[in-house]
């Protein structure tokens, strides 16, 4: 077991990749606080999981400072210290600039990068006291190379990649590594805020299609893929390993 006697949170923890990390940590030994703004799916995972104590649950609303740094804080109690933390919140956000609604950019940019960003000036302190520790990032393909379908988007996982190389010099003194994984298009209920956003089924499975035409392994990443990289990431086995962007992609961004 890769995170025996380790504790970690997990934000936006009650579905797609998020869902997958919780499950994935708990079988390697972790004792897991998922975090999420739905309660009622945070309360049918813990159910259908069925982790006993292993699995705690918090509610918190991570586009709002209080509510990220409330969720880290309580977490951190109801665990008795963070060893781990995978700061996963995000949206996909407009899909262009041209009348672009500030709210809505404000919104995408409160959760894909000020939530990170708070998460981990939080949630440091607590990793000072066990010693050292790790933090994860999500950020995207869309991070590494430019969207066109999401320029958004795009700028917001740019400044997470930028975030975790800076984190990463100025935590190392604290043994605490920081890295980001980025995923390409994946099969969870997100996938359709980026293909879709408002057009037609057909149009959406259009867009799907010359996506997975540009991935050399030809399909979408599985969520599971995504939670192993960030178990990687976030276990002993990469103990000399921070500031990296992991591209979880079929091969997309290394053409």
């Known amino acids: 077991m890769r995170l025996k006697n380790k504790t970690a ?3 936006a923890a009650a579905s797609g990749m998020g869902r997958a990390g919780v499950e994935l940590f708990l079988a390697e030994g972790a004792r897991v606080c998922a975090v999420d703004i739905d309660a009622g799916a945070l309360a049918a ?3 259908e999981i069925g982790a006993g104590d292993r699995l705690t649950t918090v509610q918190a609303d991570l586009s709002t400072a209080e509510g990220v ?5 309580e977490a951190a109690e109801a665990l008795g210290g963070v060893d781990i933390l995978w700061a996963h919140a995000g949206i996909p956000g407009p899909g262009g600039i041209e009348g672009l609604d500030v709210a809505e950019y404000q919104l995408a940019f409160a959760l894909n990068v000020q939530s ?3 998460g981990a000036g939080e949630v440091i302190a607590h990793m000072r006291k066990r010693g050292g520790g790790a933090i994860v990032f999500t950020s995207s393909v869309s991070g590494m190379v430019g969207s066109m379908w999401s320029p958004v988007y795009s700028s917001c996982k740019f400044a997470v990649v930028g975030l975790t190389k800076s984190l990463a010099q100025t935590f190392a003194p604290d043994k605490v590594r920081v890295n980001v994984v980025c995923p390409g298009l994946a099969e969870t209920p ?7 956003r408002g057009a037609s089924a057909e149009a959406a499975k259009a867009a799907e299609d010359k996506y997975v ?5 030809g399909r979408l990443v599985r969520a599971e893929e995504v939670a192993h990289a960030v178990l990687w990431l976030a276990s002993d086995d990469a103990g000399f390993v921070t500031g990296i962007e992991l591209p979880v992609d079929g091969g997309f961004t290394c053409k």
């Open 190 to 196: 997100m996938k359709i805020g980026f293909t879709g």
């Open 213 to 217: 035409s540009g991935v050399p392994l």
């Open 9 to 11: 949170i997990i934000t």
């Open 116 to 118: 990170a960003a708070l």
């Open 69 to 73: 740094r409330g969720s880290i804080n």
């Open 45 to 47: 995972m813990a159910a």
